[in-house]
Nanobody, 128 residues
């Protein structure tokens, strides 16, 4: 059973930084596409960033470009989201997700219905 476990959330002031981690276990496929999503109270879940484990393809939502960086460790089992220059509007529950096939095989990277596996979420709160 594939498990995704997030960590690294917390409370920071505007302008601060946090790094989220998502460790994937029991994932039998050699390649996967990993995404970070977030959901604020009363809002729809939205894609924040995505990365293909095969290398070279990274995606960001316009709202986080230039501030957030997604990356994978060398073993391709842990995905990170470095969040800098945080804003109060970044406050949300952040989720890690995984899908076997890359977006160019079908479905946009930010389409959460295309992801098979999800973590439990980690809360990020940014105060002004």
């Amino acid at each position: 059973q594939v498990q995704l476990v997030e960590s690294g959330g917390g409370s920071v002031q505007a302008g601060g930084s946090l790094r989220l981690s998502c460790a994937a276990s029991a994932y039998t496929y050699s390649s996967k596409f990993m995404g970070w999503f977030r959901q604020a109270p009363g809002k729809k879940r939205e894609g924040v960033a995505g990365i293909w484990s095969g290398g070279g393809s990274i995606y960001y939502a316009d709202s986080v470009k230039g501030r957030f960086t997604i990356s994978l460790d060398n073993a391709k089992t842990t995905v990170y989201l470095q969040m800098n220059s945080l804003k109060p509007e970044d406050t949300a529950m952040y989720y890690c997700a995984a899908r076997r096939n890359p977006p160019w095989s079908g479905g946009n990277w930010y389409d959460d219905t295309r992801y098979t596996y999800w973590g439990q979420g980690t809360q990020v709160t940014v105060s002004s």
